[in-house]
């Protein structure tokens, strides 16, 4: 069974910094693509960044380029986002989301809460 | 603001037809990019519903369709359910391989 498991999520400071991790189980890791998405509190889904298979290739939204920086380590099943610089706006739940075959966001994880506010 | 549009809400009574529709353009879904649809039931993470514009995971039942035609697709539900009540959102990619959302569709059953 596909499972993944985000942590790291909590309250932080205008300013601060945090560490997400999905840890991936119940499949070949080292064979997907991954993507991180958000959702802040009464609001829609919005893209943040996505990860080639090998982490040779990542893509950002312009909303958090340049603070945030996705990375995976295959041998240990997990997908990383390290969020720097943050802001009241980036408060949300944030899901780890495995890319299937066809390009579809086929499994989300269950989500982690980020909290950016003094 | 979203690059693909969908209604903010829509509805029907039990047993209707709704359809939701997800717009973009040449640059994304008129591009050749597949449409991907997902269901967010209240308090949970989304599930995808519809992948490849027209195609249903198993267990998803063959009350959801999907089309896709020129910069558009629609989701269609028939015989609508009290538990179809949920948010919808459509999803494409651009030439960066960036994913993109619709906004949210709120569907409610009368």
């Known amino acids: 069974e596909v499972q993944l498991v985000e942590s790291g999520g909590g309250l932080v400071q205008p300013g601060g910094s945090l560490r997400l991790s999905c840890a991936a189980s119940?499949?070949?890791?080292?064979?997907?693509?991954m993507h991180w998405v958000r959702q802040a509190p009464g609001k829609g889904l919005v893209w943040v960044s996505r990860i080639n298979s090998d982490g040779s290739s990542t893509s950002y939204a312009d909303s958090v380029k340049g603070r945030f920086t996705i990375s995976r380590d295959n041998a240990k099943n997990t997908l990383y986002l390290q969020m720097n610089s943050l802001r009241a706006e980036d408060t949300a739940v944030y899901y780890c989301?495995?890319?299937?075959?066809?390009?579809?966001?086929?499994?989300w994880g269950q989500g982690t809460l980020v909290t950016v506010s003094s | 603001q979203s690059v693909l549009t969908q209604p903010p809400s829509v509805s029907g009574a039990p047993g209707q037809r709704v359809t939701i529709s997800c717009t973009g353009s040449?640059?994304?879904?008129?591009?050749?990019?597949?449409v991907h649809w997902y269901q967010q039931l209240p308090g949970t993470a989304p599930k995808l519903l519809i992948y490849g514009n027209s195609n249903r995971p198993s267990g998803v039942p063959d009350r959801f369709s999907g089309s896709k035609s020129g910069t558009s697709a629609s989701l269609a539900i028939t015989g609508l359910q009290a538990e179809d009540e949920a948010d919808y959102y459509c999803?494409?990619?651009?030439?960066?391989?960036?994913?993109?959302f619709g906004g949210g569709t709120k569907l409610t059953v009368l």
């Open positions: 119940g499949f070949t890791f080292s064979s997907y693509w």
């Open positions: 999803q494409s990619y651009d030439s960066s391989l960036s994913a993109l």
């Open positions: 040449s640059s994304n879904i008129g591009a050749g990019y597949d």
């Open positions: 989301v495995r890319v299937g075959s066809g390009w579809e966001l086929d499994y």
